[in-house]
């Protein structure tokens, strides 16, 4: 049960995490200068062509960018999956998929609630 603990709040944290750089206005000059950054794709929007950077694509999706830092942190501070996984690189693997999967469960039902879609 504590290893349990252990990963709500490892999940929780990525979450809050990606969720600020993503969403929240203390990201906003990480997305602004992510704009600037190449490579970039083509997208029309009602007969415009707008240019996009592919990482500012990824810092606006939390799910996404939860994966990355879910598998840095589990490299770098603490891996709640190496106590099932003994294998260090599957074992951070792992936790970057399944904080992906929370934050993409918390930021749907946060969606949600925002919008009286409960």
């Not at 599957?90 to 946060?110: I, P, Y």
């Amino acid at each position: 049960m504590r290893e349990f603990g252990g990963f709500v709040i490892f999940a929780l944290a990525v979450y809050g995490l990606a969720n600020a750089i993503s969403v929240l206005k203390a990201g906003r000059p990480l997305r602004w200068l992510a704009a600037r950054i190449p490579p970039w794709y083509r997208v029309d929007r009602d007969g415009i062509t707008v240019r996009r950077s592919m990482v500012l694509d990824l810092l606006e999706c939390p799910p996404c960018l939860s994966f990355w830092i879910g598998l840095l942190m589990s490299l770098l501070i603490w891996s709640p999956m190496s106590t099932w996984i003994h294998r260090m690189p599957e074992a951070s693997f792992v936790d970057g998929l399944a904080c992906s999967a929370v934050s993409w469960v918390m930021h749907v039902v946060t969606d949600r609630v925002a919008s009286d879609r409960v």
